[in-house]
């Protein structure tokens, strides 16, 4: 009869162990369709962002990229949380924008991604994990030649002035190509996964 009890608990822990297994890859197939769905909401926001900011450069200079940046960039944010549920910003350690001062999470991102770009491993340069809060993805914004004009070491006295009018507080200057100058936050809540 010991013997019995032995087997049979023994086969309890192996079915046990199968289905922590199924579970666990569930979850990990999950983790990665939200990962997916994080990505694309950061390219859209970028494919809508850029081009934008890009014909206000043409026609109107770094005074009309930084209204595009103070007034549309969040638009965008706002529209695309309300399409997808997931909580879309960006945030800087830097911040330009009040509102865009990292939370703890975002802040080690921010750190992690400086730390991985110093050390020439840029690639990729995201990540994400399930949080209490919710599922959270992070994608780091690096510094690009269009950047540079508003956000570079030598700005023209008229970019200085719109920056004064938009963001009297900016503490976003002083960037240099390939820098990381903050990152794509995007939270999906716990509630609605």
């Known amino acids: 009869m010991t013997r019995l009890t032995l087997a049979r608990t023994v086969l309890a822990i192996w079915v046990f162990g199968l289905m922590t297994l199924d579970v666990s890859a569930g979850q990990d197939d999950a983790q990665k369709a939200l990962t997916e769905e994080a990505r694309q909401l950061v390219a859209r926001f970028a494919g809508q962002l850029k081009p934008q900011l ?51 999470w975002e802040q080690t991102r921010i750190d992690a991604f400086k730390a991985e770009v110093l050390a020439n491993e840029t690639r990729g340069l995201e990540y994400s994990e399930q949080t209490e809060e919710g599922f959270r993805y992070a994608k780091a914004q690096l510094t690009e030649s269009l950047c540079l004009m508003c956000h570079g070491t030598q700005l023209a006295d008229s970019t200085l002035k719109a920056l004064g009018a938009f963001y009297p507080n900016d503490r976003a200057q002083g960037y240099e190509l390939g820098e990381v100058r903050g990152i794509f936050s995007l939270v999906k809540p716990a509630k609605d996964q």
Not at 55 to 67: D, F, K, M
């Open 54 to 104: 890009k014909q206000a450069l043409q026609s109107g200079g770094p005074s009309a990229a930084i209204s595009v940046c103070a007034e549309v960039a969040p638009a965008i944010a706002a529209n695309l949380s309300l399409e997808s549920g997931w909580r879309v910003r960006r945030a800087s350690d830097k911040n330009r924008n009040p509102a865009a001062v990292p939370d703890s």
